[in-house]
């Protein structure tokens, strides 16, 4: 079912329009309750440190997860101390967790423990992100960067970036219920960055947001070499599985992309799909056969536990050319550049 629904959103198609009124219903409840923050008859509650939210306007995923951890890093690696705040969606426990490279994937979320395992960063998941913000600063960090949290308005942010799928765009470009927008295109004039993952080929990015197009950031997601599930073994170019017939599993937001950059480096694949953030048995990756798995890293997370020698993992890292990296670096720094504790 939900894939049947990514793929309606994404495509022109007269049939969401049954649901237009609920749509515009839905973008009026979001204009007025950001008017509502930006009159002050609702509170945002600052934190005391700057903060920088990662988030999209788009159903599915768009890249916001390796975003995070070369941003996490990049202002790490400039002498900050850097802290995560994350939902954890998904996970069983609904308390505040800080998350540990041992937690559980159960109570602290799939995508919270890649990007505490990747970066080192102090993490916390939290419903409540001013919560989760403000328990990072009590470990002592100098910036906290909020993922996917650009619709959490109750945190007062300092610097925002939109992640924007260049192939998939802003789809149907009609907001919830007819999605995939959870915000009018229009709400990217207020952040400070906007990021396009890939080649920006889809129609929508010409025909909706041509102004922001033109001042985009391209990022680009490079498939790392294949690791065991098992960690045991070196690591192996994706090269060295070409020529034979492989599974590959992906439960994450934008299955297809996975499988697409697979087939970009020449493997023949059996794709498996699953929806994001799916709690996998190992029935559902364990296959009559002797064909190597692949799957994603962030499926590897909750797979580890049942995985074996013919199981394994991509990893993917973010990449933006030189200009493009100091494009951004300068614009998020110049952002937290008030703060003259930052990083001191």
């Not at 600052?46 to 202002?75: E, H, S």
């Not at 009590?138 to 300092?158: K, M, P, S």
């Not at 499988?259 to 929806?275: K, M, V, Y």
């Not at 952002?335 to 003259?340: D, E, M």
Request: with cysteine; hydrophobic share 45%; charged share 25%.
């Amino acid at each position: 079912m939900e894939q049947r629904l990514t793929e309606l959103w994404y495509r022109d198609s007269a049939r969401p329009l049954l649901l237009q009124p609920l749509s515009w219903l839905y973008a009026g409840v979001m204009q007025a309750r950001r008017g509502a923050y930006a009159r002050g008859w609702l509170r945002t509650c600052a934190v005391g440190k700057p903060v920088v939210v990662v988030g999209n306007l788009t159903v599915g995923g768009t890249g916001k997860t390796p975003l995070v951890i070369w941003l996490a890093r990049q202002l790490t690696d400039r002498g900050l101390k850097v802290g995560i705040v994350s939902r954890g969606y998904g996970r069983s426990v609904g308390a505040l967790r800080v998350v540990r490279s041992d937690s559980s994937w159960r109570e602290v979320g799939d995508e919270p423990l890649l990007v505490e395992r990747r970066t080192g960063c102090a993490t916390v998941v939290a419903r409540d992100r001013v919560a989760g913000a403000r328990a990072l600063i009590e470990q002592g960090v100098d910036v906290v960067i909020a993922d996917d949290g650009l619709q959490h308005l109750r945190l007062a942010r300092d610097c925002e970036i939109v992640v924007v799928d260049g192939v998939r765009g802003f789809g149907n470009g009609r907001v919830l219920p007819a999605v995939p927008l959870s915000e009018p295109v229009s709400r990217l004039d207020a952040a400070d960055a906007v990021v396009v993952n890939g080649v920006a080929e889809h129609a929508s990015l010409v025909r909706v947001a041509a102004p922001v197009n033109a001042r985009a950031l391209q990022m680009t997601l490079v498939a790392g070499e294949a690791r065991r599930l098992d960690g045991q073994g070196a690591p192996q170019p994706l090269e060295q599985f070409r020529g034979r017939r492989l599974h590959a599993v992906a439960g994450i937001g934008n299955a297809a992309r996975f499988f697409r950059e697979l087939r970009a480096r020449g493997l023949d694949i059996i794709e498996h799909p699953f929806p994001d953030h799916h709690a996998f048995a190992a029935g559902e990756v364990t296959f009559a056969d002797e064909l190597s798995v692949l799957m994603t890293e962030k499926d590897a997370v909750k797979c580890r536990a049942f995985g074996n020698p013919r199981h394994w993992y991509v990893p993917v890292a973010a990449e933006f050319s030189v200009a493009h990296t100091r494009e951004l670096l300068d614009r998020v720094v110049r952002k937290l550049g008030s703060f003259s504790s930052v990083g001191g």
